[in-house]
């Protein structure tokens, strides 16, 4: 992929969190892109109330990778890293 579709690839998956970020953070939460692999891996770090959470991995498929796989089809993963 060219620096281009990298950063048009970043800005469409940062549009796809701020679309979920509003429901996480009025649970005390947050998330933050911290990189796109090679392979179109999205890795997060979940924020405030949702790390370390019990539910974090159920948000994390269910909401945040639903969302981000909808928006932006060429993700083919999302992982919560540290």
Known sequence: MTEEG???MREKVEAALAMVRPSLEADGGGV???DITDDNV???RLQ???KGCPMSQ???AMGIGR???????EVTDVRAVD
């Open 6 to 8: 990298k950063n048009e």
């Open 32 to 34: 933050e892109l911290v």
């Open 42 to 44: 999205v890795e997060v």
């Open 48 to 50: 405030g109330a949702c």
């Open 58 to 60: 159920m948000t994390l």
């Open 67 to 73: 969302v981000l796989r909808q928006e932006v089809p």
